[in-house]
């Protein structure tokens, strides 16, 4: 079965542009996490949609970084106005119902520069 | 607040040889408790998990880990180690009652000697 998928896997920006980044959970997970990797560090986590809903969004950074997951499948990691330090991979991971001792299964990440 | 410390960032083993990886978590009750791997262009890879029961947790690819309370650790253990082991590991962890995401280590990067 697929697992989780990114697009794009690369994404290369200006500073102060928008930029959108897709996740495509596994099938049925009706949990959906977003995590940012910087360089030399561990996942950070940004935002949890249980379904629709973002039931947890006490990782991001600020108000530039929004996300959403309109039909709770696929969803879509939004940052305005970009600035160097966002400049990371983002990490997208699927579970099947948000369980805390469930399985995180994470997609390959799309790696995001900002020149 | 939570957090979980890897204390080594790099590693090196020879092949064959024995492996633990260090893992140390900072929580108020017991924390659920994971360690993954990413392989370069890989995602990451779950090896192991715990949240209750035996302390002794096995995982994937012969991987195990010790919870142990009296230490706030989680060590990942391989009695033998391949040439295919080398990537970096992650342990996390999560609280009961806290916050959805886990919260990562910053990672060990694992070398290993022919």
């Known amino acids: 079965g697929a697992g989780v998928s990114q697009t794009p896997s690369n994404k290369v920006t200006e500073k102060g542009k928008y930029v959108e980044l897709r996740c495509d959970p596994i099938?049925?997970?009706?949990?959906l996490y977003w995590y940012r990797q910087s360089l030399g560090q561990g996942p950070e986590f940004l935002i949890y949609?249980?379904?629709?809903?973002?039931?947890?969004d006490s990782g991001l950074p600020n108000d530039r970084f929004f996300a959403v997951r309109p039909e709770g499948s696929v969803s879509t990691l939004k940052i305005q106005r970009t600035e160097r330090g966002d400049s990371a991979v983002y990490l997208c991971?699927?579970?099947?119902?948000?369980?805390?001792?469930?399985?995180?299964?994470f997609g390959p990440g799309t790696r995001l520069l900002v020149l | 607040a939570q957090s979980v410390t890897q204390p080594d960032i790099h590693i090196t083993v020879s092949e064959g040889a024995s492996l633990e990886l260090r893992c140390n978590y900072s929580?108020?009750?017991?924390?659920?408790l994971f360690w993954y791997v990413q392989s370069p262009g890989q995602g990451l890879q779950l090896l192991l998990k715990y949240f209750s029961g035996d302390t002794l947790v096995q995982g994937i690819k012969g991987f195990e880990a010790e919870f142990k309370r009296s230490q706030s650790s989680f060590n990942l253990r391989k009695p033998s180690v391949h040439w295919s082991d080398a990537a970096e590991y992650f342990c996390?962890?999560?609280?009961?009652?806290?916050?959805?995401?886990?919260?990562f280590g910053k990672g060990t990067h694992l070398i290993i000697q022919p």
């Open positions: 929580y108020g009750a017991t924390p659920y």
């Open positions: 949609f249980q379904g629709t809903g973002a039931a947890d």
């Open positions: 099938s049925g997970h009706t949990a």
């Open positions: 991971a699927s579970s099947s119902s948000g369980g805390r001792g469930e399985t995180q299964y």
């Open positions: 996390a962890g999560l609280e009961g009652g806290g916050a959805d995401g886990l919260t």
